[in-house]
């Protein structure tokens, strides 16, 4: 497996530099290894899958995962509070890092992330295509 290590800095969205990272590197399947960092604001959305909800105030990153693709990631985040509460979450744009996010990906070698509309769900769904798949 090949790592990707890259710093995210003050002002930058979260996902939107994984996903720019994802295009930039060509990354046809891989998952977050770890990330740590603080937010200065955020918006995570929750199970419903509708509602978004706002953190409007800073928060370390205690967990970050999921999977990362040029053709989409889906990634869930949970946050410790000030007041050392947790909330989390599906990451969508708005988590504004605040000092620093030291993010490490790693590459699944021969594997690429596709989406596939599921009429089950009524979404686009990821599917995992081996080496072998068109």
């Known amino acids: 497996m090949k790592t990707i290590c890259k710093r995210l800095h003050r002002g930058d969205d979260l996902l939107k530099s994984i996903q720019t990272l994802a295009q930039e590197e060509h990354i046809g399947a891989g998952i977050v290894l770890s990330a740590v960092g603080c937010i200065s604001r955020g918006i995570v959305r929750d199970a419903s899958g509708v509602t978004l909800r706002k953190i409007d105030e800073p928060c370390e990153i205690v967990s970050l ?44 070698d021969g594997w690429r992330i596709d989406t596939e509309f599921d009429a089950e769900t009524g979404y686009d769904e990821l599917i995992f295509r081996g080496e072998d798949c068109k």
Do not use: D
Not at 74 to 101: F, P, R, Y
């Open 65 to 108: 995962n999921g999977t990362v693709s040029e053709a989409r990631c889906h990634l869930h985040i949970a946050l410790s509070k000030e007041n050392l509460s947790t909330v989390g979450g599906h990451l969508v744009e708005g988590c504004i890092i605040n000092t620093t996010c030291e993010l490490v990906l790693g590459i699944l």
